[in-house]
């Protein structure tokens, strides 16, 4: 397994240039299944992620032409097999998003069902009764969720019980090749969900809404083939702006978008930092200062997302005073807090919300990644950290981040991979 090698102490300054969302394209590429053409997919990063999506929509016969930028072009016309299999899914949850285009497409779907995972035991009930409203059968039986469809899905109304960004997804893919019309009430708002509605809007779907928390999708009998370029990444951008902020540095992001990333700019100047945005660009300028602790909670979009929280909590770690971070999307998203506690971090915490005491200095150490986003958080904290500190099992972050050390490199980071 790959370990990271970080060296702390150095200022971050420079440029990045984002990659497109992780989180848009996953759902994106799943989407594909539903037209009755090819559809091309440019501004794919290039991630482990991206990676088995493709591995498993090819499994089912799906024909793939990548080229060097990594546009795909995919050509469900070809596709034999409607099955998702345990082994592409434990290594990634979000294979569930091919859950609904099958479903509704092709009328049948098997897919391995999700299990926990590091960060909380994130079932998939609500994507299942949103498709079971829209007239599907559906069987979990040997670890196998299997949807069938006895004719087109009917269009329905669906209450979620919470705010779900796949489940959201999903039951918004579905709905596109739905007879009638289908009203998603308590629907997700995040940046992704709506990327991916406008994919859906270019393949010919009858959707408005997005956005909002009421979806309302006219279903199709077809959907065509397009080409579509996913939005850039405002985890990535944050992650970026977070390792930048922790060392007192300035950055420019490029090829980002600022207005999906409100509330956590906002925790940004109010941590200290003086931060000017562009239609596709984001500078933050510490000028050198420590930055000032900030209490922040998580929830779903247009609030602080949950995907920045460890990252914010780094930030926080080596900040002047106190500062509480509340999670309240997962139940056990602190995993991160304990390993930069043996980085000397100042960490108490309290069921929902660690209360963080800024301290000036961490220590190197080695380390454990636990998940994608701890991962992140793990890096930041090594950078200003005195010493080495190794990185184990990053693979994790190789999930969700492009190219990390070469753009952390480019920003002045002394960081190097070794093979373990
Ligand atoms: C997506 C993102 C992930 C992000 C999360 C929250 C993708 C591929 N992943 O994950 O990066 O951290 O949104 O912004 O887009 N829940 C249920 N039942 C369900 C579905 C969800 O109880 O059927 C609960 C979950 O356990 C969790 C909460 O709802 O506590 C929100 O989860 P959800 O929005 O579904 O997360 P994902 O879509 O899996």
Redesign the pocket.
């Known amino acids: 397994m790959d370990k990271l090698i970080i060296t702390g102490g150095a200022q971050l300054n420079g440029e990045v240039r984002i990659s497109g969302a992780k989180?848009s394209a996953?759902p994106i590429l799943a989407a594909t299944l539903l037209a009755s053409e090819p559809v091309t997919v440019c501004n794919l990063p290039h991630l482990h992620d991206i990676t088995t999506m493709l591995e498993l929509v090819r499994r089912m016969g799906v024909e793939l032409t990548v080229d060097e930028k990594l546009s795909v072009e995919v050509d469900p016309r070809t596709l034999r097999e409607t099955h998702a299999p345990y082994e592409l899914v434990k290594t990634m949850?979000?294979s569930i998003l091919v859950l609904g285009p099958l479903l509704a497409h092709f009328g049948e779907a098997r897919v391995s069902l999700p299990g926990g995972c590091a960060i909380?035991?994130?079932?998939?009930?609500?994507?299942i009764r949103g498709l079971e409203a829209m007239g599907a059968e559906v069987e979990v039986t040997g670890g196998y969720i299997h949807a069938r469809s006895n004719g087109r899905l009917k269009g329905a109304p669906v209450f979620f019980d919470?705010?779900?960004?796949?489940?959201t997804e999903n039951v918004l893919m579905a709905a596109t090749l739905a007879e009638g019309q289908t009203i998603i009430e308590n629907a997700?708002r995040?940046p992704?969900v709506v990327d991916l509605a406008e994919c859906l809007i270019a393949m010919g779907a009858d959707i408005s809404g997005h956005g909002t928390d009421t979806i309302v999708v006219n279903g199709v009998e077809k959907l065509h083939g397009c080409t579509y370029s996913v939005l850039p990444d405002r985890i990535e951008t944050g992650t970026y702006l977070a390792a930048v902020a922790a060392t007192g540095g300035r950055i420019k992001v490029k090829n980002t978008r600022p207005d999906t990333l409100d509330a956590v700019l906002q925790k940004f100047r109010e941590a200290g930092a003086e931060v000017e945005t562009g239609a596709d660009w984001i500078t933050l300028d510490m000028k050198g200062k420590r930055a000032q602790a900030v209490n922040i909670t998580t929830a779903?979009y247009p609030a602080f997302?949950?995907?920045m929280q460890a990252q914010f909590a780094a930030v926080n770690i080596v900040a002047e005073g106190v500062g509480k971070v509340k999670e309240t999307?997962?139940e056990n998203r602190f995993m991160h807090m304990q390993e930069m506690i043996r980085m000397g971090a100042n960490v108490t915490i309290d069921g929902n919300t660690a209360v963080i005491e800024g301290v000036e200095k961490l220590q190197g150490a080695p380390v454990m990644a636990t998940d994608l986003r701890a991962s992140a958080s793990l890096v930041i904290a090594a950078l200003v950290a005195d010493g080495e500190t190794t990185i184990d099992r990053i693979y994790h972050i190789d999930r969700g981040y492009e190219c990390i050390e070469e753009k952390l490199q480019l920003l002045g980071a002394r960081i190097r991979r070794v093979p373990g």
């Open positions: 989180n996953l949850r979000a909380g035991s994130r079932p998939v009930d609500q994507h919470m705010v779900t960004v796949t489940g997700a995040e992704e779903p997302p949950t995907d999307v997962f």
